[in-house]
């Protein structure tokens, strides 16, 4: 079964970068289209980005030209450069994926927040 670690949230201002990763354990990552997913507060979690297996990938027209998702399968590892941060993306972010793009079989982690504030 794998298991998610997300990391590399923290407080930026307007305008800044953060690069967050995911981490996953056991084996057959590459196998698995993953995504970013992220839930403010009050609101239902979103679909930020996606990745299948064979890298292509995917945006919410929030994010888009602003995110980038890429996948290291050596590393095991997921990751979502985000540029031009906005206090809008303020959120919980986390990982998931499965066969299928957009699926989210595994349980989820426990994120990493991210803060937009001046």
């Known amino acids: 079964q794998v298991q998610l670690v997300e990391s590399g949230g923290g407080l930026v201002q307007p305008g800044g970068s953060l690069r967050l990763s995911c981490a996953a354990s056991?084996?057959?990552?590459?196998?698995?289209?993953m995504g970013w997913y992220r839930q403010a507060p009050g609101k239902q979690r979103e679909l930020v980005a996606t990745i299948t297996q064979r890298a292509n990938t995917n945006y919410a027209d929030s994010v888009k030209g602003r995110f980038t998702i890429s996948r290291d399968n050596a590393k095991n590892t997921v990751y979502l450069q985000m540029n031009s941060l906005k206090p809008e993306d303020t959120a919980l972010y986390y990982c998931?994926?499965?066969?299928?793009?957009?699926?989210?079989?595994?349980?989820w982690g426990q994120g990493t927040q991210v803060t937009v504030s001046s």
């Open positions: 056991g084996s057959g990552f590459s196998m698995y289209a």
């Open positions: 998931n994926g499965g066969l299928k793009t957009g699926s989210t079989v595994f349980d």
